[in-house]
T-cell receptor, first 114, second 114 residues
Framework: AQSVAQPEDQVNVAEGNPLTVKCTYS??????LFWYVQYPNRGLQFLLK??????LVKGSYGFEAEFNKSQTSFHLKKPSALVSDSALYFC????????????FGKGNQVVVIP | EAGVVQSPRYKIIEKKQPVAFWCNPI?????LYWYRQNLGQGPELLIR????????DSQLPKDRFSAERLKGVDSTLKIQPAELGDSAVYLC????????????FGPGTRLTVL
């Protein structure tokens, strides 16, 4: 079965500094990969996805992620963090040839310090 | 475009009582999902519908949980009777049918069982 690991519970970064949220995945086949963000008392919002093609994917709000097949990683990045980026970030994976189920990581709390 | 609508937003009940959650997906989305999100965890799939058919309900605790999606649009998730361990946020999501499409989430129902 597919799974996701988000190794850090919380990521602290100063406003204006680069932000990275780490994600590694496990699937038996080829993956579809997603990043979602969750603000307090709100549902998850889609940020970006990797389906095929270019390993660098650009998404909403200036976020991007790089698919690395050899390291089975899909880290989320933003060149310059904003205070408003403080939220809970979830990585998710779907196995293309599997049960069509989306498996989420436990999430990373990002705190951007003014 | 209207998003996924869920009600109620919050529900507090005593154990052994029944509870129901309602979801209205984005218009045109054939696929509907119910997830449970425990505190500090990512969402976990309970059931997935393709139109009115439940195509993945293997993770739904069928002794106390039931769901329906009459006419392939709105859906209701029911718990009867509720247990203390059912306290969680119940999220509804919808998407187009192909597996590489992102899911759109509602704000969730926060259930507290006393």
């Amino acid at each position: 079965a597919q799974s996701v690991a988000q190794p850090e519970d919380q990521v602290n970064v100063a406003e204006g500094n680069p932000l990275t949220v780490k994600c590694t995945y496990s699937v038996s086949g080829n993956p579809y990969l997603f990043w979602y963000v969750q603000y307090p008392n709100r549902g998850l919002q889609f940020l970006l996805k990797y389906i095929t093609g270019d390993n660098l994917v650009k998404g909403s709000y200036g976020f991007e992620a790089e698919f690395n097949k050899s390291q089975t990683s899909f880290h989320l990045k933003k060149p310059s963090a904003l205070v408003s980026d403080s939220a809970l970030y979830f990585c998710a994976v779907r196995d293309r040839g599997g049960n069509n189920r989306l498996a989420f990581g436990k999430g990373n709390q990002v705190v951007v310090i003014p | 475009e209207a998003g996924v609508v869920q009600s109620p937003r919050y529900k507090i009940i005593e154990k052994k009582q029944p509870v129901a959650f309602w979801c209205n997906p984005i218009s045109g989305h054939n696929t509907l999902y119910w997830y449970r999100q425990n505190l500090g965890q990512g969402p976990e799939l309970l059931i997935r519908y393709e139109n009115e058919e439940a195509v993945d309900d293997s993770q739904l605790p069928k002794d106390r949980f039931s769901a329906e999606r009459l006419k392939g649009v709105d859906s209701t998730l029911k718990i009867q009777p509720a247990e203390l361990g059912d306290s969680a946020v119940y999220l509804c999501a919808s998407s187009l049918s192909t597996p590489n499409n992102e899911q759109f989430f509602g704000p969730g129902t926060r259930l507290t069982v006393l």
